[in-house]
């Protein structure tokens, strides 16, 4: 194989297509087989995101070479540093490749690829468990415990002035309460397994870690009310903020949010459908709630008048194409609708999908306020 030209992560992009890098994804990284729609999307994040260098930045190039795995199962490609830099500098690395290294362009993209979404495939999700560092443009762990705590009491304020309620820790139910203990013990235990501690100071850590999970699990839940809360007074939505407290009963919550990276010449909502019927990365609980937003309201010109309409065209494709993919995992369950209008989007739209697990699903009731 002849010696390959340097080029800069963003050029390797632009020279494959994603359809021929996905088989060496799964060959290189088999584990990553069931995220193809997720890799898909960061490649196509990455492919639109113009390149910016930062002078802080861990560094300037990204080394292609062949390594030992840690467990010495075998030589694999390695992109080095890749990890830990915001990707638009990372776009701008020149890869150095060694001679050693006889692979394709779609395999130092799936390389690189594997690497960029160490922390995540979206920004979005990169942001929930990292920040960008005040002295520098590299990503920074934060702390659990005061920032769960804090994030939560703001929001449940939030929440109380849209006409909400929120339960205390002992009005979750018998169940919910022994999993976030269970969860609190296996924290406790990972923190001080070898500390002498009296029995006071065991049941304070041991307390502190239980509000640990619970703060995290109702900031969680707190954040898709708060998002979605403005749009609630729609005219095509009928769920209300009581309806939407009671997720914080749940058994079971999840959320999954997928915003489109559509060119300006395609549509944003034929982009996720087409993305959602390739691949499975839908939540799969008995409950859903459905958060379609856009950047603009949907008007359609009728010969009496104007009228607002719940959903384009292309969306209700989208909406079809979600109750089918969803309806194949439980039966009996409900599917949920709300419509959001977010100017900052534009021409994209943003599909927030909230699964749950409930006594008593989320039901619309003409008289609940």
Avoid at 148 to 153: E, G, K, S, V
Avoid at 232 to 252: A, D, G, M, P
Wanted: hydrophobic share 35%.
């Amino acid at each position: 194989m002849h010696k390959k030209k340097n080029m800069t992560f963003k050029e390797l992009l632009n020279s494959v297509n994603f359809e021929d890098v996905a088989p060496h994804i799964v060959r290189m990284y088999p584990e990553m087989k069931d995220c193809l729609g997720w890799f898909n999307l960061h490649f196509d994040i990455l492919r639109q995101m113009k390149p910016i260098h930062h002078l802080n930045a861990n560094s300037d190039v990204c080394n292609i070479s062949m390594k030992d795995w840690e467990d010495g199962t075998g030589l694999h490609l390695n992109a080095f540093p890749m990890e830990g830099d915001l990707w638009e500098h990372s776009l701008t690395k020149e890869l150095i490749i060694a001679p050693n290294v006889k692979a394709c362009n779609e395999e130092l993209a799936a390389c690189c690829l594997w690497h960029t979404s160490f922390y995540g495939f979206t920004y979005g999700k990169v942001e929930e468990s990292l920040h960008i560092g005040e002295e520098c443009n590299q990503l920074v762990s934060i702390p659990d415990m005061r920032h769960y705590r804090n994030a939560a009491r703001q929001s449940f304020s939030q929440i109380r002035r849209y006409g909400g309620s929120i339960p205390s820790m002992k009005e979750l139910s018998p169940s919910k309460r022994k999993e976030l203990l269970r969860k609190a013990k296996s924290i406790y235990w990972n923190k001080h397994r070898k500390a002498r501690l009296n029995r006071p100071k065991r049941k304070r850590l041991m307390r502190q870690a239980f509000l640990e999970k619970y703060y995290e699990r109702m900031q969680n839940i707190s954040q898709f009310i708060l998002k979605v809360a403005p749009h609630l007074s729609h005219i095509n939505n009928y769920v209300k903020i009581s309806h939407l407290c009671r997720l914080f009963n749940s058994e079971r919550f999840g959320i999954t949010t997928i915003e489109s990276v559509a060119e300006k010449n395609k549509d944003s909502a034929t982009y996720l459908k087409e993305l959602i019927a390739k691949y499975d990365m839908l939540p799969k609980a008995q409950n859903h709630i459905i958060y379609i937003a856009r950047g603009y309201d949907y008007d359609l010109e009728l010969d009496d008048g104007i009228t607002h309409e719940a959903l384009r065209p292309t969306e209700y494709e989208l909406m079809n194409t979600i109750c089918e993919r969803l309806g194949e995992d439980e039966i009996g369950g409900t599917i949920d609708l709300i419509i959001g209008v977010e100017p900052e989007l534009g021409y994209q739209t943003r599909l927030t999908i909230v699964s749950y697990s409930a006594d008593k699903p989320i039901t619309y009731d003409i008289n609940d306020t």
